[in-house]
């Protein structure tokens, strides 16, 4: 194959990635919205994946004319548009990348409890978008602004694996259910491995390679930072689906990130219970009443939600034990 073949080919897939994956990531953001929405459950976190999803389509815009211009036709617009679709695509870079970095911060914040993260939490969302002004002054790309992106990548990705782990250990969750909400944050290392092989394109002469990684990242890391609702979604659905064709008698465990109502205040650790993390276990009987549904809103486990025939109360675990031994009593 001639080096003109493989440079149009080249093209060619770009311009499809350029596509499929910006609409792939803005399909998942507009559905993470539409769950969370539906359920009164919208919070900063959605906010900011709204606002990345409106980057990713610009800079998908910005790179398709683009590469008309610089591949196709290097005369088809004026010099000063050709400045302005080089910077929307050079700075829509950086503010998509760490939109989405903030979108997976805050989903972390909105499910911590404990006073003390919360505020580490808060102290690493400046430094990101501290970070961000640094990167997004860098006009000309070079090693320099290669490495750093290495470096910044790295350490940001790595806290956001590390945070979620230290969340969720000491929570009174089984053991799959922790490796589940683990797996799902720690997909943030699919962004660091897009953002090694855009790095290392940089540093081997930019060209179309590099223009392949721009395109790629953005998109990636908002898929990512979606990950954790559309999970979710998926386990609770499956969950409702075997609930509905079980047996008469059954139970089940799910687990929600970020369940709770907004409107709800702050508890006692300082965080915001609409962030807990919720594990909603449902006993059904034959011939019994509607289920009774009993819900583990505080992660210490110290109180709990009953729900029985839409009457709501406050009920101690001594509770559960009592329901737990008033159905096997019924056997």
């Known amino acids: ?15 499809v990635t350029n ?50 211009e610089h591949i196709e036709n290097p005369n088809k617009y004026p010099q000063h548009l050709k400045i302005a679709i080089y910077y929307l695509c050079a700075e829509g870079f950086y503010v998509v990348v760490w939109s989405s970095r903030m979108t997976i911060l805050f989903t972390i914040m909105r499910v911590a409890t404990m006073r003390k993260f919360r505020l580490l939490l808060r102290g690493v969302a400046i430094v990101f978008a501290m970070i961000f002004v640094i990167l997004f002054a860098q006009c000309e790309l070079g090693d320099d602004v290669a490495v750093a992106q290495i470096t910044t990548d790295i350490i940001a990705d790595a806290f956001l694996i590390i945070a979620p782990v230290r969340l969720v250990w000491g929570v009174k969750l089984s053991w799959t259910q922790k490796m589940r909400i683990i797996a799902i944050f720690s997909s943030s290392f699919i962004t660091t491995a897009v953002s ?10 930019g060209g179309l390679p590099e223009a392949l990684g721009a395109v790629i990242e953005p998109s990636v890391t908002l898929i990512v930072a979606n990950l954790n609702v559309v999970v979710a979604f998926i386990f ?51 011939g019994l ?43």
């Open 1 to 15: 194959m001639s080096s003109e073949a493989a440079t149009l080919e080249l093209l060619n897939r770009i311009r």
């Open 19 to 68: 596509f499929v994956l910006p609409i792939l990531s803005i399909c998942l953001t507009i559905f993470r919205l539409w769950e969370r929405g539906s359920n009164r459950r919208l919070w900063w976190d959605d906010a900011w994946a709204a606002f990345t999803m409106v980057g990713v389509l610009i800079v998908m815009v910005m790179f398709e004319l683009f590469l008309q």
């Open 196 to 205: 090694l092989y855009h790095a290392s394109t940089v540093l081997r002469g």
């Open 236 to 286: 609770r659905f499956g969950a409702e689906d075997r609930q509905a064709t079980a047996a008469s008698r059954g139970t089940r465990d799910i687990v929600t990130i970020g369940s709770g109502d907004p409107r709800s205040k702050r508890n006692r650790y300082g965080g915001n219970m609409m962030g807990a993390i919720s594990v909603t276990t449902e006993w059904e009987h034959d």
């Open 289 to 331: 009443p509607p289920p009774t549904t009993i819900m583990l809103d505080h992660l210490d486990g110290d109180s709990i939600t009953k729900k029985a025939s839409g009457d709501v109360a406050d009920e101690s675990l001594d509770s559960v034990q009592k329901v737990v031994s008033w159905h096997a009593g019924s056997d």
